[in-house]
C-alpha cells in the first residue's frame, strides 16, 4: 500500500493522501481507513499522553476519527492531513481532561449538539469491520493446515476474535512454543490465568482434549496485516514441526 512507499513529509505521500480526501469527498467512504491508518498509532499516542489512561485515550481517539471523517470537506490541502488529524485529537483529549478536573463541557462550537450526536451510518462500524477483516485474514492464512478447525460459528461471533483448534498436535505444546512469540491464550477470555479447559468450549460441545487443543487470538484496531500474517507464518511452522516430531517419535 502506497502509504508505506516513503517519508510523510515526501510529496508523493501528500499527493496520494490528496488524492484519497479527494475520493472520500466524492463519496467513497470505505477509503477514509486507508487514510488515517499509517496514523492511528500516533492519534493514539497524543491522546494517552495528556489523558494517561489507555481506555480514554482510545475513546478519544476514535472520537478524533469520526470528527475527522465528517469534517473532512475543510480539510485544507495546504496543509499536511497528519498535522490536522492529530489536531483534533489533541483538541478532543484536552476537552476530555478538562471535563475531568471541573466536570464542566466548555463549548468549543455555536452549535455543538449536531456534532455531539453524529454518527456517520457509512463509518459508524468501522473498528468492527477492521477487526473482522484481520480475524478473516488469520483465518484464511491457517484453514489449509490439516485437522484444523474453528470453534464456534465464523459468522455470529465477535470481530475482535478467533477460536480454532489444530487435532494432532498437544494443546499445551503448541501453546508454550507459540508464546514466546505470540501474545495467545488457550483459555475464555474471561480465565486466562486457568489452566482449565475452556468452560465456554465445552459448553458448545468440545471435549476437554479439543478445548485444551484450542487457541484463542484476539485483535486490536492497532494491529497491522504485517503483525497478522507474522503470526500466521509462526504457527503453520510451529504446527509443522511439532508434526514431524511427534511422527518421528512414533
Not at 81 to 88: N, R, V
Not at 196 to 210: C, K, N
Request: charged share 30%; with cysteine.
Amino acid at each position: 500500500m502506497a502509504a508505506g512507499a516513503g517519508p510523510l513529509e515526501h510529496p508523493a505521500q501528500q499527493d496520494y493522501e490528496q488524492r484519497l480526501i479527494q475520493r472520500i469527498r466524492d463519496g467513497e467512504h470505505e477509503a477514509f481507513y486507508e487514510l488515517i491508518r499509517p496514523y492511528e498509532r500516533r492519534v493514539f499516542a497524543a491522546a494517552l499522553t495528556l489523558l494517561r489512561n489507555e481506555a480514554d485515550a482510545e475513546d478519544c481517539a476514535q472520537e478524533a476519527v469520526l470528527k475527522a471523517f465528517k469534517n473532512i470537506r475543510q480539510f485544507r490541502f495546504e496543509a499536511k492531513f497528519s498535522t490536522w488529524l492529530i489536531q483534533i485529537a489533541i483538541n478532543e483529549a484536552r476537552m476530555r481532561r478538562r471535563k475531568q478536573r471541573t466536570d464542566l463541557i466548555e463549548p468549543i462550537e455555536k452549535d455543538p449538539g449536531e456534532e455531539g450526536t453524529y454518527a456517520p451510518r457509512e463509518f459508524a462500524d468501522w473498528r468492527g469491520e477492521l477487526l473482522g477483516r484481520l480475524r478473516d485474514r488469520l483465518w484464511e492464512g491457517v484453514r489449509n493446515l490439516d485437522d484444523v478447525h474453528i470453534n464456534g460459528s465464523m459468522a455470529h461471533r465477535l470481530a475482535q476474535n478467533l477460536n480454532i483448534r489444530i487435532e494432532g498436535v498437544p494443546g499445551e505444546t503448541l501453546l508454550a512454543t507459540l508464546a514466546t512469540q505470540v501474545a495467545i491464550s488457550s483459555g475464555a477470555a474471561c480465565a486466562t490465568t486457568s489452566a482449565e479447559p475452556s468452560h465456554v468450549l465445552r459448553a458448545i460441545g468440545l471435549s476437554d482434549g479439543q478445548a485444551r487443543a484450542s487457541l484463542r487470538f484476539g485483535f486490536h484496531r492497532f494491529n497491522t496485516d504485517q503483525e497478522v500474517d507474522s503470526v500466521v507464518s509462526i504457527l503453520v511452522d510451529c504446527v509443522t514441526r511439532l508434526r514431524q516430531t511427534r511422527g518421528l517419535g512414533n
